[in-house]
């Protein structure tokens, strides 16, 4: 269970709105939805005639509940005005919804959904241009999800009901004692007399929070039910947001409501009632002996009490009990987490009402002790500003998690709280050589010589959300950042000469004030960052694509012209230059037009990819040509280098950051060849088909994938898993599921496997042990351990038992929708006995061991 910031991020129950959440704890109005007159006639039509049984609150109560089926409702009530397509919540899930409308109503009447009320004509029904109306949600299985009914009743008074549906009984407005005797009628407009969390539903097992109902803020009354008021917020420029509160919080006496420090009660026996809010006839249900209860506050003599739900089936939420009744009294809750035996439920029932947005840490030190670990959150600003990250306390229980930001204030601004897996281990402090903090979120580890240390920034942005790239240097003794180039909205806009010596750096073409179509390419010194040479190259108009090489002490570019709509004219020429001094070696056009294949580390040879349809790369050639001379060394025919190293469910390291810089692998529409780069001799070939995929362990080993059923590889496939020698192409072992992220240690494989972590024997597959914690992400072995770089950070396993020891503390690690593989594995990296740990909260640090686990 996890509780998000208390912000509106719900589509109505009713769909008093048309809302969409696009991300975690926002929401934006959607387009209007689609609506689809059940009508020929696209008309309202005249219930009188298409209705078998009169639409009024008791026959709803008799024939709509959870099992009514749509047939049943057509020959109750008929063919609906309007049957509508739409979205509806269901816990945590939203689930698209068919809505049937039955409007009651004079001729002639229509609702245009461009009212940006959603289904429900609530200006309508106030204003007596609709007498009633009823909804309908229905699942894409026909079942009846929610039906709400609202109408005139002989006074003229509007009133609502809800059915079975979702509640445990019917319930209607009328039924609202208190708000008869308060005189409260839908359409007022109201406010609360107390804070309260303001829920999707009024009753049950749906209770998730909406937003924080708070005084002195106007809201509108739209429903009521026995015990419960719906209000909507209206927020300019966002939208209606509705959920319910009991109606107590609307009365005068609701300002009496006092929070005190909590404490523990238990029930001393069966059958003491707990009450929606405090008045005697709103018993909730009849409590067990032992169940727990916070006391969280009080009004006159009821007490406010979130209950321990054993089952989880339902958030917290603030009940009432009598003071009188008899209850054995447990002392107040402080320092909760000072013990690691914190259980869940009691820290849910903590978190949920006290941890929230504002509150202060004093306040929340004194309530859960001191954290376990105080780290930095990722960053808090949207891409294009600059980088933020705030104080994240985190909090451990063997049963729970809780993680709390700060703001410069010391405020609450987010938290997590979750629940801990079997398995996971406690936070604990690692030794670091040092720890340095870069300008950007993302940082990837890319190389190192005597002198530095090479690192790539990213903001995490993709597609329009990208604005900044860098590249920086670290000295490697003291993480001092020795320089940096900004490249802004470009991104692996580099390559490293094989001894890391050197950088070019190069920028897409653009037009400068004269209209000149410029390209620009700078060598760096990787030692302090300076410009060895620069190349800007005055390139012809109808330029569309530049591509760059590096290979030995050349780099090269090729550009290419022409109509891009039209291939035919095409035109790519070459030109290399010597990577010291810059000066030009030769160039010449192109047999035919083509392009580098993208490296991040120089090989021995310049490889081209030849092929291109409007613009785009399709490859049907590769060519590899001496890089002083430009003399062709081989060439293979109906081959591509694949633009993605996810390309056809073909997991490798495209461009390695390792010393293989002499290797490429190219596919046909039959086979994988992994090619010798300067021979172009074949080193090993793997079958390329439509039910089968592969991941690149090593120079030896891979995985392959394959259906069990034949059927094209998808991310779902129930599929086979076969350790294959890449030299011979051998099977040395298979098993069931999908093995992934593998490496091999000595003779074992660590590996995950349809989840799980394992570890394998690398002759025959025999387990020796698989790990309780369950993921999918990379391994790394450092310091004789073994390494996960998860979302929750840095987890060390003892290799010889699958247990996990503990996570690294201040480590963070996470990935962004257009992440590249090569990336990913660069956030981790083990090199010459170092440990090079990038982040996502712009760290960046290097350790020199691991602290024992019993350290």
């Known amino acids: ?59 709803i109560r008799e024939h709509l509940d959870g099992t009514t089926t749509k047939s049943q409702a057509r020959s109750a009530y008929g063919q609906p005005s309007y049957i509508g397509k739409g979205v509806y919540w269901i816990g945590n899930d939203l689930v698209d919804v068919e809505v049937w409308r039955y409007d009651q109503a004079p001729q002639g009447y229509t609702y245009s959904w461009d009212d940006s009320q959603g289904y429900l004509d609530l200006r309508g029904l106030l204003g007596g241009k609709v007498n009633g109306q009823l909804l309908l949600y229905w699942d894409e299985q026909g079942k009846l999800l929610d039906a709400t009914y609202h109408y005139h009743d002989s006074d003229g008074n509007l009133q609502t009901l809800l059915t079975a549906a979702q509640l445990e009984h019917p319930s209607s407005s009328t039924d609202n004692r208190m708000a008869r005797e308060q005189g409260f009628r839908i359409g007022d407009t109201v406010q609360v007399h107390a804070e309260i969390d303001a829920t999707r539903l009024p009753q049950g097992a749906d209770n998730t929070v909406v937003y924080r109902a708070v005084p002195g803020h106007n809201y509108q009354l739209a429903a009521l039910t026995e015990h419960f008021a719906q209000l909507v917020d209206i927020r300019e420029g966002e939208g209606w947001y509705d959920a319910w509160v009991p109606v107590w919080m609307l009365t005068a006496e609701a300002s009496s409501l006092s929070q005190q420090a909590p404490e523990q009660w238990s029930v001393a026996a069966d059958g003491m009632p707990i009450y929606w809010q405090p008045a005697d006839d709103a018993v909730a249900r009849r409590m067990d002996a032992g169940e727990r209860l916070l006391v969280v506050g009080s009004s006159g003599n009821w007490r406010a009490v979130i209950v321990e739900e054993k089952d989880l089936k339902a958030e917290p939420r603030v009940l009432w009990i009598k003071d009188e009744e008899t209850y054995i009294h447990e002392g107040q809750v402080n ?17 949920y009402y006290f941890v929230r947005e504002g509150a202060p840490q004093a306040e929340l030190e004194k309530l859960l002790g001191l954290p376990q670990a105080v780290e930095r959150s990722g960053n808090v600003k949207s891409t294009g500003e600059p980088m933020e990250t705030l104080e994240r306390w985190r909090y451990e229980s063997e049963t729970a998690e809780l993680l709390i930001d700060w703001s410069p204030q010391g405020k609450v601004v987010d938290y997590t709280f979750s629940p801990r897996e079997e398995g996971q281990p406690f936070t604990k402090e690692q030794s670091l050589r040092w720890r340095t903090t870069s300008d ?50 470009h991104t692996d806009r580099f390559i490293l000469s094989s001894d890391r010596r050197y950088m070019a750096v190069h920028m897409p073409p653009e037009n ?30 109808d330029t569309f694509d530049v591509s760059y090489g590096l290979a030995g002490e050349v780099v090269a570019m090729i550009y290419t012209t022409g109509d891009f709509y039209s291939p035919n004219t095409y035109r790519s020429i070459i030109e290399a230059y010597a990577l010291r001094d810059g000066r030009k070696l030769w160039s010449r056009e192109l047999d035919h037009p083509g392009r580098f294949v993208p490296s991040l580390i120089a090989g021995g040879k310049l490889i081209i990819e030849y092929g291109m349809d409007s613009g785009v790369p399709v490859g049907n050639e590769i060519a590899a040509y001496e890089p002083k001379n430009g003399k062709e060394v081989w060439r293979m025919e109906g081959m591509a280098a694949p633009l993605s190293e996810w390309a056809d469910h073909f997991y490798y390291e495209a461009r390695a950051l390792d010393d293989r810089m002499n290797q490429l692998w190219v596919k046909s529409p039959l086979a994988w060849t992994l090619v010798d780069s300067n021979t172009g001799d074949p080193l090993s070939t793997l079958p390329r088909r439509d039910d089968i995929g592969y991941e690149i362990v ?58 799980t972590l394992r570890r394998l024997r690398l002759g025959d597959g025999h387990q020796y042990w698989s790990s309780k914690l369950t993921s999918r992400v990379w391994l790394q072995w450092f310091d004789g351990q073994l390494l996960a770089a998860s979302d929750a950070g840095v987890l060390v396993f003892d290799p010889h038992n699958g247990e996990a020891l503990y996570r690294i503390a201040g480590t963070r690690h996470g990935g962004y929708d257009a992440m590249e593989h090569w990336r990913t594995r660069a956030q981790l990296t083990a090199l010459d006995g170092k440990l090079y740990t990038g982040s996502d909260n712009g760290f960046f640090s290097v350790a020199d061991r691991l602290v024992k686990s019993r350290e």
């Open 440 to 489: 950007l979120a993302y940082n990837f580890f890319i190389g190192r010589t005597d002198r530095a240390l090479l690192i790539s920034g990213e903001d995490g942005g993709f597609s329009g959300m990208h604005y900044d790239s860098n590249l920086f240097a670290l000295d490697p003794d003291t993480g001092r950042k020795l320089w940096q180039r900004d490249l802004g909205f």
């Open 1 to 59: 269970m996890t509780f998000p910031k208390k912000k509106a991020t719900l589509l109505s129950v009713i769909a008093l709105i048309w809302l969409l959440a696009g991300c975690e704890n926002s929401a934006t109005q959607a387009p209007s939805p689609s609506v689809t007159p059940a009508a020929t006639n696209q008309k309202a039509i005249s219930l009188a005639s298409a209705s078998t049984l009169e639409i009024t609150d008791a026959s």
């Open 335 to 351: 320092d909760l987490f000072d013990s690691t035996q914190a259980s869940y439920l009691s820290a849910r029932t903590v978190a």
């Open 512 to 541: 400068n004030a004269e209209q000149e179509r410029l390209g620009r390419l700078d060598v760096l010194d990787t030692s302090n960052g300076s410009n060895k040479w620069t190349l800007k190259h005055n390139l012809p108009d």
């Open 698 to 755: 090593n120079d030896r080993y891979a995985i392959r994938l394959s259906t069990k059923d034949g059927a094209p590889l998808g991310y779902n496939s129930d599929v086979t898993s076969e350790w294959i020698e890449l030299g011979s192409s051998k099977t040395l072992w298979t098993m069931d599921g999908t093995l992934e992220r593998a490496i091999v240690v000595g003779d074992a494989v660590y590996a995950w496997s349809e989840g």
